[in-house]
């Protein structure tokens, strides 16, 4: 019995060192989140999404164009659509 009670109090002590180091790591991990969005933004990110380590992709002014023409033309259908009374 007292080597069982021995083994209880040893994982109840670990089990007490486990907790603080997972909270330890949660507070490294949000202390990390928040100085990495800083650096990205050059300055303090307060209430503003940045992204971090990832460059905004740059669009072609050709694809723009073909995007603009192909939005255009799926309104010219819907606008023709509902002059006939489809919608």
Same mark, same amino acid.
């Not at 002059?83 to 919608?87: C, V």
């Given at each position: 019995?007292n080597?069982?009670? *021995? &083994?209880? !109090?040893?994982?109840?002590? @670990?089990?007490k =060192?486990?907790?603080?180091? %997972? =909270?330890? @790591? !949660?507070? &490294?991990? *949000? #202390?990390?989140?928040? &100085?990495?969005?800083?650096?990205?933004?050059? %300055?303090? +990110?307060?209430?503003?999404?940045?992204?971090?380590?990832?460059?905004?992709?740059?669009?072609?002014?050709a *694809?723009?164009?073909?995007?603009?023409?192909?939005?255009? +033309?799926?309104? #010219?259908?819907?606008?023709?659509?509902k #002059?006939?009374?489809? !919608?």
């Open positions: 019995m080597i069982l009670a *021995a &083994l209880k !109090h040893e994982e109840a002590k @670990l089990q =060192q486990a907790d603080k180091v %997972r =909270q330890q @790591l !949660h507070a &490294l991990r *949000a #202390a990390r989140k928040i &100085l990495g969005r800083e650096v990205a933004s050059g %300055r303090k +990110a307060i209430g503003r999404k940045k992204r971090v380590g990832k460059k905004k992709r740059k669009m072609s002014a *694809a723009r164009a073909k995007i603009g023409k192909a939005t255009k +033309a799926r309104w #010219a259908k819907y606008r023709a659509a #002059a006939k009374g489809k !919608h």
